[in-house]
Protein backbone atom coordinates (compact mmCIF):
# COMPACT_ATOMS: atom_id res chain seq x y z
CA UNK A 1 0.00 0.00 0.00
CA UNK A 2 0.97 3.63 0.22
CA UNK A 3 0.39 5.25 3.48
CA UNK A 4 1.67 8.28 2.11
CA UNK A 5 -0.28 11.37 0.74
CA UNK A 6 2.08 11.11 -3.13
CA UNK A 7 -0.47 9.41 -5.75
CA UNK A 8 -0.17 5.67 -6.26
CA UNK A 9 1.62 4.33 -8.67
CA UNK A 10 -0.06 2.61 -11.86
CA UNK A 11 -0.82 -1.06 -11.32
CA UNK A 12 1.30 -3.61 -13.47
CA UNK A 13 -0.89 -4.83 -16.55
CA UNK A 14 -3.02 -7.66 -15.64
CA UNK A 15 -2.37 -11.41 -16.70
CA UNK A 16 0.39 -12.34 -14.52
CA UNK A 17 2.38 -15.43 -15.48
CA UNK A 18 2.86 -16.61 -12.47
CA UNK A 19 -0.56 -16.00 -10.51
CA UNK A 20 -2.24 -19.54 -10.06
CA UNK A 21 0.94 -21.51 -12.21
CA UNK A 22 3.82 -20.76 -9.23
CA UNK A 23 6.48 -23.00 -10.10
CA UNK A 24 6.62 -26.87 -8.98
CA UNK A 25 9.13 -26.34 -6.35
CA UNK A 26 8.12 -23.20 -4.64
CA UNK A 27 4.90 -23.36 -2.42
CA UNK A 28 2.29 -21.73 -3.57
CA UNK A 29 1.51 -18.46 -1.28
CA UNK A 30 3.62 -15.45 -2.84
CA UNK A 31 5.75 -13.33 -0.99
CA UNK A 32 4.70 -9.98 0.82
CA UNK A 33 7.28 -7.09 0.69
CA UNK A 34 6.92 -4.58 2.97
CA UNK A 35 9.16 -1.24 1.98
CA UNK A 36 9.18 1.37 3.91
CA UNK A 37 11.13 4.82 3.38
CA UNK A 38 11.22 8.71 4.90
CA UNK A 39 9.80 11.00 2.35
CA UNK A 40 12.26 11.53 -0.69
CA UNK A 41 14.43 8.74 -0.42
CA UNK A 42 13.04 7.18 -3.29
CA UNK A 43 10.94 4.11 -1.83
CA UNK A 44 8.25 5.14 -5.02
CA UNK A 45 10.38 5.25 -7.49
CA UNK A 46 12.37 1.73 -5.91
CA UNK A 47 9.15 0.13 -5.95
CA UNK A 48 7.84 1.02 -9.22
CA UNK A 49 11.13 -0.54 -10.59
CA UNK A 50 10.28 -3.82 -8.60
CA UNK A 51 6.82 -4.07 -10.36
CA UNK A 52 8.34 -3.54 -13.42
CA UNK A 53 10.84 -6.11 -13.08
CA UNK A 54 8.60 -9.10 -11.14
CA UNK A 55 5.65 -9.39 -13.36
CA UNK A 56 4.18 -11.50 -9.96
CA UNK A 57 4.32 -8.50 -7.80
CA UNK A 58 1.79 -6.57 -7.49
CA UNK A 59 0.36 -3.68 -5.24
CA UNK A 60 -1.89 -4.20 -2.74
CA UNK A 61 -4.77 -1.19 -3.25
CA UNK A 62 -5.10 0.49 -0.26
CA UNK A 63 -8.34 2.17 1.59
CA UNK A 64 -7.87 6.11 2.34
CA UNK A 65 -10.33 9.02 3.53
CA UNK A 66 -8.34 11.16 1.54
CA UNK A 67 -10.11 12.56 -1.84
CA UNK A 68 -8.93 11.28 -5.26
CA UNK A 69 -6.77 13.41 -6.61
CA UNK A 70 -6.48 14.15 -10.47
CA UNK A 71 -6.36 10.65 -12.81
CA UNK A 72 -6.89 8.27 -9.60
CA UNK A 73 -9.52 5.63 -10.12
CA UNK A 74 -11.46 4.21 -7.58
CA UNK A 75 -10.79 0.90 -7.14
CA UNK A 76 -7.58 1.06 -9.30
CA UNK A 77 -5.31 3.45 -7.27
CA UNK A 78 -7.08 3.48 -4.13
CA UNK A 79 -9.94 2.60 -2.13
CA UNK A 80 -11.60 5.80 -1.97
CA UNK A 81 -13.97 5.55 1.18
CA UNK A 82 -15.61 7.67 4.31
CA UNK A 83 -13.97 8.30 7.32
CA UNK A 84 -17.13 6.41 9.27
CA UNK A 85 -16.70 3.52 6.65
CA UNK A 86 -12.83 3.28 7.23
CA UNK A 87 -13.75 3.51 11.14
CA UNK A 88 -16.20 0.30 10.56
CA UNK A 89 -13.06 -1.50 9.01
CA UNK A 90 -11.24 -0.77 12.17
CA UNK A 91 -13.33 -2.28 14.13
CA UNK A 92 -14.18 -5.42 12.18
CA UNK A 93 -10.61 -5.98 11.77
CA UNK A 94 -10.22 -5.90 8.42
CA UNK A 95 -7.18 -4.32 7.84
CA UNK A 96 -3.78 -5.77 7.78
CA UNK A 97 -2.30 -2.32 9.48
CA UNK A 98 -3.82 1.59 9.43
CA UNK A 99 -2.73 4.91 10.08
CA UNK A 100 -3.13 8.10 10.01
CA UNK A 101 -0.82 10.20 7.37
CA UNK A 102 -0.96 13.75 6.83
CA UNK A 103 -4.89 13.87 8.76
CA UNK A 104 -5.88 11.22 6.60
CA UNK A 105 -6.41 7.37 6.81
CA UNK A 106 -4.48 4.90 5.29
CA UNK A 107 -5.28 1.34 5.05
CA UNK A 108 -4.06 -2.13 3.96
CA UNK A 109 -7.32 -4.61 3.51
CA UNK A 110 -6.76 -8.15 4.58
CA UNK A 111 -8.78 -10.22 2.69
CA UNK A 112 -7.48 -8.60 -0.33
CA UNK A 113 -3.67 -9.20 0.49
CA UNK A 114 -4.80 -12.65 1.50
CA UNK A 115 -6.71 -13.36 -1.74
CA UNK A 116 -3.63 -12.53 -3.68
CA UNK A 117 -1.15 -13.88 -1.89
CA UNK A 118 -3.15 -17.52 -2.11
CA UNK A 119 -3.35 -17.08 -6.04
CA UNK A 120 0.58 -17.21 -5.67
CA UNK A 121 0.98 -13.64 -6.74
CA UNK A 122 3.58 -11.61 -4.63
CA UNK A 123 2.21 -8.54 -2.68
CA UNK A 124 4.17 -4.89 -2.38
CA UNK A 125 3.60 -2.83 -0.07
CA UNK A 126 4.63 0.77 0.01
CA UNK A 127 4.40 1.57 3.70
CA UNK A 128 5.11 4.55 6.42
CA UNK A 129 7.06 2.92 9.78
CA UNK A 130 3.54 3.17 11.44
CA UNK A 131 2.45 0.72 9.14
CA UNK A 132 5.60 -1.58 9.32
CA UNK A 133 5.49 -1.21 13.52
CA UNK A 134 1.67 -2.24 12.80
CA UNK A 135 2.40 -5.50 11.06
CA UNK A 136 4.90 -6.22 13.32
CA UNK A 137 2.95 -6.54 15.91
CA UNK A 138 0.99 -9.51 14.23
CA UNK A 139 1.80 -12.97 15.39
CA UNK A 140 3.53 -15.01 13.01
CA UNK A 141 3.32 -12.60 10.52
CA UNK A 142 5.38 -14.27 6.94
CA UNK A 143 6.73 -10.91 5.58
CA UNK A 144 9.81 -9.37 4.52
CA UNK A 145 10.39 -5.76 5.89
CA UNK A 146 12.79 -3.56 3.49
CA UNK A 147 13.77 0.05 4.77
CA UNK A 148 15.06 2.31 2.28
CA UNK A 149 17.54 4.99 3.43
CA UNK A 150 19.58 8.40 2.04
CA UNK A 151 22.68 8.20 1.67
CA UNK A 152 22.64 11.61 4.52
CA UNK A 153 20.02 13.80 5.80
CA UNK A 154 21.97 16.31 4.24
CA UNK A 155 21.09 14.56 0.69
CA UNK A 156 17.60 13.88 2.18
CA UNK A 157 16.54 17.53 2.65
CA UNK A 158 17.68 18.17 -0.70
CA UNK A 159 15.67 15.84 -2.17
CA UNK A 160 12.66 17.22 -0.71
CA UNK A 161 13.63 20.86 -1.19
CA UNK A 162 14.01 19.88 -5.39
CA UNK A 163 11.01 18.16 -5.86
CA UNK A 164 9.23 21.44 -5.26
CA UNK A 165 6.09 20.25 -3.86
CA UNK A 166 6.44 20.98 -0.30
CA UNK A 167 7.09 24.40 1.57
CA UNK A 168 10.30 25.21 4.05
CA UNK A 169 7.78 24.41 6.70
CA UNK A 170 6.67 20.97 5.43
CA UNK A 171 10.31 20.15 4.50
CA UNK A 172 11.37 21.04 8.16
CA UNK A 173 8.34 18.72 9.31
CA UNK A 174 8.87 15.74 7.17
CA UNK A 175 12.80 16.29 8.17
CA UNK A 176 11.68 15.85 12.08
CA UNK A 177 9.82 12.38 11.43
CA UNK A 178 12.48 11.08 9.02
CA UNK A 179 14.77 11.11 12.45
CA UNK A 180 12.34 9.31 13.94
CA UNK A 181 11.64 6.86 11.04
CA UNK A 182 15.06 6.14 10.58
CA UNK A 183 15.55 5.46 14.20
CA UNK A 184 13.23 2.17 13.97
CA UNK A 185 16.20 0.72 12.17
CA UNK A 186 15.29 -2.71 13.75
CA UNK A 187 12.30 -3.54 12.43
CA UNK A 188 13.41 -4.60 9.30
CA UNK A 189 15.08 -7.34 7.58
CA UNK A 190 17.16 -5.55 5.16
CA UNK A 191 18.43 -2.17 4.98
CA UNK A 192 19.42 -0.38 1.51
CA UNK A 193 20.93 2.76 1.18
CA UNK A 194 19.48 4.68 -1.81
CA UNK A 195 22.82 6.73 -2.84
CA UNK A 196 22.34 5.22 -6.40
CA UNK A 197 19.00 4.79 -8.21
CA UNK A 198 20.32 1.54 -10.31
CA UNK A 199 22.54 0.06 -7.23
CA UNK A 200 19.66 0.39 -4.85
CA UNK A 201 17.01 -0.90 -7.04
CA UNK A 202 19.62 -4.38 -8.01
CA UNK A 203 20.02 -4.66 -3.96
CA UNK A 204 16.29 -4.82 -3.66
CA UNK A 205 15.58 -7.08 -6.83
CA UNK A 206 18.30 -9.34 -4.74
CA UNK A 207 16.26 -9.40 -2.09
CA UNK A 208 12.94 -10.19 -3.47
CA UNK A 209 14.73 -13.16 -5.36
CA UNK A 210 16.83 -14.61 -2.47
CA UNK A 211 13.26 -14.49 -0.69
CA UNK A 212 11.92 -16.41 -3.10
CA UNK A 213 14.69 -19.26 -2.87
CA UNK A 214 14.59 -19.71 1.07
CA UNK A 215 14.66 -23.45 2.21
CA UNK A 216 11.11 -22.71 3.84
CA UNK A 217 9.44 -21.42 0.62
CA UNK A 218 10.68 -25.16 -1.11
CA UNK A 219 7.62 -27.30 -1.91
CA UNK A 220 8.46 -30.54 0.33
CA UNK A 221 5.88 -32.78 -1.96
CA UNK A 222 7.70 -31.50 -4.82
CA UNK A 223 11.08 -32.44 -3.45
CA UNK A 224 10.31 -35.56 -2.05
CA UNK A 225 8.74 -36.74 -5.29
CA UNK A 226 11.54 -35.52 -7.59
CA UNK A 227 14.69 -37.03 -5.59
CA UNK A 228 13.47 -39.71 -3.18
CA UNK A 229 10.88 -41.83 -5.29
Known amino acids: MSNNPSPAPQPPPSGDPREGDCRPWETRRGLLVAVAAPSGAGKTTLCVRMTQRFPALRYAISCTTRPPRKGEVDGEHYHFVSQARFQEMVGGGEFLEWAVVHGHFYGTPKAEVDAMRDRGG ?59 EIA ?13 LEEAATQ ?19 YRSTFFR
Request: glycine residues 4%; hydrophobic residues 40%; charged residues 35%.
Open 122 to 180: DVLLDLDVQGVESIRSIKYIDAVFCLILPPTYAVLRERLGTRGKDSPEEIERRMTIAVK
Open 184 to 196: RYELFDYVIVNDD
Open 204 to 222: LESVIRAEHARRTRLNADW
